[in-house]
């Protein structure tokens, strides 16, 4: 199997996060998919960091599937780093190749296919996104066939889907975000995405905490650097976490579904 990975953060995002030991999430993405497709064949582009020599529609053709990854960019920016990747998305779906997304990846696909992304009502959903279950639809999904309803994930965004785009199913929610996972049909492609981060370790989301205390303290997620100090030792101890997020196999299964459902294309 050919996969191509779309790399989310531009370059000044990627190694102001490489100084914390944080991995591009293009690396993520490549170490997981290693981790569910040992003999799978991976290549990245880099949208966010300017247009040029970026795969034609017909060049995309060549793919299984593509995975974009998620971003520290808000889909509300008109700046190049955000329309240049709303830009290839649409040559994506022109191309007929199987769209996933995690986190803005999803916000990316809704957004070029007409629906809507903005500020969360509820604000920062991060670190542990509990209570997701999966509506009628999702339970018939075979991209959940092995998940519980009502199950959790790791996560971070503010930004989410409040208008569903034509098309566009609604898989999973909780009480945080309406559109915890949805598929559409666009153009000539198929998409899948979620609203959080089954790509993620507990050692990735310890990092990222440690990275982004100062902005999750202002925000309110927490009340000290003591309490986020707490958070990371929990996560790196995994400590008092749901076994779906401790697993990494039971984390990244509905990637591992959407690879299968793929390869029988």
Excluded at 2 to 19: D, M, P, S, T
Excluded at 155 to 167: A, G, L, Q, S, T
Excluded at 218 to 235: D, H, K, M, P, W
Excluded at 247 to 252: F, G, S
């Amino acid at each position: 199997m050919k996969l191509l990975i779309v790399e989310g953060n531009n370059e000044e995002a990627r190694v102001q996060r490489e100084v914390f030991g944080i991995k591009p999430y293009h690396l993520m993405f490549k170490e997981m998919l290693h981790f569910l497709l040992p003999n799978v064949q991976t290549e990245v582009v880099f949208p966010a960091d300017g247009s040029k020599n970026l795969p034609t529609a017909k060049q995309l053709t060549k793919y299984n599937g593509i995975l974009w990854t998620g971003s520290s960019l808000s889909v509300t920016e008109n700046i190049p780093s955000v329309t240049d990747q709303l830009e290839f998305a649409e040559t994506i779906f022109e191309s007929g190749t199987p769209l996933y997304g995690s986190c803005w990846g999803l916000q990316v696909a809704t957004t070029v296919a007409g629906g809507k992304v903005a500020r969360g009502n509820k604000g920062l959903e991060f670190g542990i996104a509990n209570d997701i279950t999966l509506t009628e639809l999702g339970l018939k999904s075979p991209f959940f066939s092995k998940r519980k309803s009502n199950y959790s994930a790791l996560c971070i965004h503010f930004d989410e889907v409040v208008k569903i785009p034509e098309n566009a199913l609604v898989l999973a929610k909780n009480p945080h975000s309406e559109v915890q996972a949805m598929v559409l049909d666009y153009k000539k492609s198929s998409f899948f995405g979620v609203q959080y981060h089954p790509e993620f370790k507990t050692s990735d989301m310890a990092k990222i905490t440690s990275l982004l205390s100062g902005k999750l303290i202002n925000s309110g997620r927490f009340t000290s650097v003591a309490e986020v100090e707490a958070f990371v030792v929990r996560l790196l101890e995994e400590r008092n976490l749901p076994q779906e997020i401790v697993d990494y196999k039971l984390h990244t299964q509905e990637i591992g579904a959407w690879l299968e459902y793929i390869s029988q294309r």
